[in-house]
């Protein structure tokens, strides 16, 4: 098969020399091939296409919007009995592509449909005159084409969600729904018919009363009003514009949005959005709530093998179904909610302060749970077997650190291997004389042999004290 160049060639060359033999030489083509071309007039011959595939195209059609390969289309084809060669069925989803890209325009009504999306803007100075990352989201109204701007240096979901309520904020209102990218902050699966949400962004959705629309993976039409917005401010604000500082750039943004943007004669529409929006749409948009929704913390974290994992210095249970998997955790005010894949596995009230644990004993396998008073009993009666101030300190490190006493103390224990009671007794009660609780210091003291240094200790006032814990 040849080009067309190549074919208005051997047409100039028939025209000047009329002879099949001499352009075959001069081009270097079969004869019969010239002599196709000249008997065409010049033009190409399409081959038609198989038939048989025509029966089969609206499934075909559903294989190529699936991302499906030529080769995994054939076999799919041929497991159905079609016959047919694999160059066929290629030059029959090449003529497809050719012939059906092309989109529907689709058009909203007032208050229907917003977009959204970040783009890139560059390196640009913040408050203190360091160069940061920028992105700028922009949500567009798609009716009128209203546009709400604002930069920002990162796009975590939290970020994302209060450029919305700042967005609803401008509009005075929010539409139905609001279509988005497949971004991370918002959607956690490109799955377009089953989108599972950032629990977080779903909530808000939900509070704010709009559905959000995930756009399909690789159908940009989906979103082509907003990317247009994204391609507009990038060359006729960003482009060519320099910026003091983060105040400086804010303060040109809002004032190029107020008073270009919105105030142009938009391209497709030929109408100038603000007044599109004041006149036909801002009274159809849903009334903003009375209360801004409230912002949670979120993040993610990995399940140690102990079932907690660690949040904020303080230590919380999961299920041990999920030991070794990265969980998603929503951070309130009052309450710490732990998810895996959108569903809600656990729910605890923040900690105060930091080395606390919030353990559900439920969250550990049947055979794993013990009694929390027979286990410290069982511990108690072996420091006990050493001597009372060991004792003293086991109590004592178990009211300083009712979650954590364990590790120390069994520290204490396997000293056991290594040296006689007597002597860790002793270490015990200079550490008790010192307030000292930590293992490593007693290990110090059986060491070093400063357990035999005089210390001024009143026994009877812990002993009293030991055995008020008792009680």
């Known amino acids: 098969m040849i080009g067309g160049a190549k074919m208005t060639t051997i047409m100039t060359l028939w025209e000047r020399y009329g002879n099949k033999t001499k352009i075959a030489e001069f081009t270097g083509h079969d004869w019969k091939t010239v002599a196709k071309v000249i008997r065409n007039g010049g033009k190409y011959e399409k081959k038609p296409h198989p038939q048989s595939l025509d029966t089969h195209k609206e499934q075909i059609m559903k294989w190529i919007e699936e991302s499906l390969t030529g080769v995994r289309i054939f076999e799919k084809l041929q497991a159905m009995g079609v016959k047919i060669s694999y160059s066929a069925v290629k030059r029959y989803i090449r003529d497809i592509k050719q012939r059906e890209e092309i989109f529907v325009r689709i058009e909203t009504k007032p208050g229907q449909e917003a977009q959204v999306d970040f783009g890139y803007a560059g390196l640009t100075p913040d408050n203190t005159g360091k160069k940061r990352k920028t992105w700028v ?7 009128s084409r209203l546009d709400y701007y604002e930069k920002v240096y990162n796009q975590r979901v939290e970020t994302f969600i209060q450029c919305h309520i700042n967005a609803f904020k401008s509009f005075g209102g929010i539409p139905e729904y609001v279509k988005i990218d497949n971004l991370k902050a918002a959607i956690l699966e490109a799955n377009f018919y089953e989108p599972v949400y950032q629990h977080l962004y779903k909530s808000f959705a939900d509070y704010y009363g709009f559905k959000p629309i995930p756009c399909r993976v690789r159908k940009p039409n989906d979103k082509g009003k907003v990317e247009s917005g994204i391609k507009y401010i990038k060359n006729n604000f960003f482009l060519g514009r320099s910026f003091k500082d983060a105040k400086d750039l804010d303060c040109k943004l809002k004032n190029w949005l107020n008073n270009t943007c919105n105030q142009r004669i938009h391209g497709t529409t030929r109408k100038i959005p603000k007044e599109a929006f004041d006149l036909e749409e801002k ?21 140690y093998h102990d079932c907690h994992i660690y949040v904020e210095y303080n ?45 559900n004993q439920n969250h ?8 929390e008073t027979e286990y410290q009993e069982k511990y108690q009666a072996k420091m006990a077997e050493i001597g009372p101030y ?40 200079r550490a008790l004389a010192f307030n000292v609780y930590q293992y490593q210091i007693i290990k110090n003291i059986c060491e070093n042999g400063s357990y035999n240094l005089p210390v001024e200790f009143d026994y009877t006032r812990e002993e009293k004290k030991h055995e008020y814990a008792k009680i």
């Open 137 to 143: 989201f922009n949500m567009r109204l798609s009716y």
């Open 283 to 303: 009274s159809i948009l849903k009334s903003l709530p009375l209360e801004e929704f409230k912002m949670s913390s979120v993040g993610t974290r990995k399940v």
């Open 390 to 429: 060991t004792e003293q300190l086991f109590l004592s490190l178990l009211d300083k650190h009712p979650h954590s006493w364990s590790r120390p103390i069994q520290g204490v224990l396997s000293l056991l291997k290594n040296y006689p009671g007597e002597i860790i007794e002793l270490s015990c009660k």
């Open 315 to 359: 230590y919380y249970s999961v299920p041990f179904e999920y030991v070794g998997k990265e969980v998603d955790i929503e951070l309130s005010n009052n309450l710490l909610k732990i998810f895996y894949q959108g569903k809600e596995i656990a729910v605890h009230p923040r900690q105060e302060g930091k080395g606390k644990f919030s353990t």
């Open 364 to 371: 550990y396998p049947k055979y794993k749970r013990v009694c």
